[in-house]
Nanobody, 127 residues
Framework: QVQFVESGGGLVQAGDSLKLSCTVS????????VGWFRQGPGKGREFVAS????????YYGDSTRGRATISRDNGKNTVLLQMNDLKVEDTAVYYC????????????????????WGQGTQVTVSS
């Protein structure tokens, strides 16, 4: 069974940086496009960033573009999300997710195109 697990969340101050990790068990992450989404208190789930399985294409949400960098280390079965200059409004549960690798023509910015989801890791940014 494929499982995605996030780690690296925590309590930080505004302006700090944080690196989140997404690892997979039961499969090789090199087979998967991977995305990060977040859900803040009282808000819907929001696209943060995604990277194609080959690492050649990456996408960013409007609220994090310029402050977030997504990368993958297939040798470590990990996808990383580096977040810089964190703001209070970045407070959210951050989820990593992946579409079904057998599905063609996936929109890597669309939550509905993702099949596998982790449990999430909490990021809290204090002012």
């Amino acid at each position: 069974q494929v499982q995605f697990v996030e780690s690296g969340g925590g309590l930080v101050q505004a302006g700090d940086s944080l690196k989140l990790s997404c690892t997979v068990s039961g499969a090789s992450i090199s087979s998967y496009d991977v995305g990060w989404f977040r859900q803040g208190p009282g808000k819907g789930r929001e696209f943060v960033a995604s990277v194609a399985w080959h690492g050649g294409d990456s996408y960013y949400g409007d609220s994090t573009r310029g402050r977030a960098t997504i990368s993958r280390d297939n040798g470590k079965n990990t996808v990383l999300l580096q977040m810089n200059d964190l703001k209070v409004e970045d407070t959210a549960v951050y989820y990593c997710a992946a579409p079904d690798p057998e599905r063609p023509l996936v929109d890597l910015t669309s939550e509905s195109d993702y099949k596998f989801w982790g449990q999430g890791t909490q990021v809290t940014v204090s002012s």
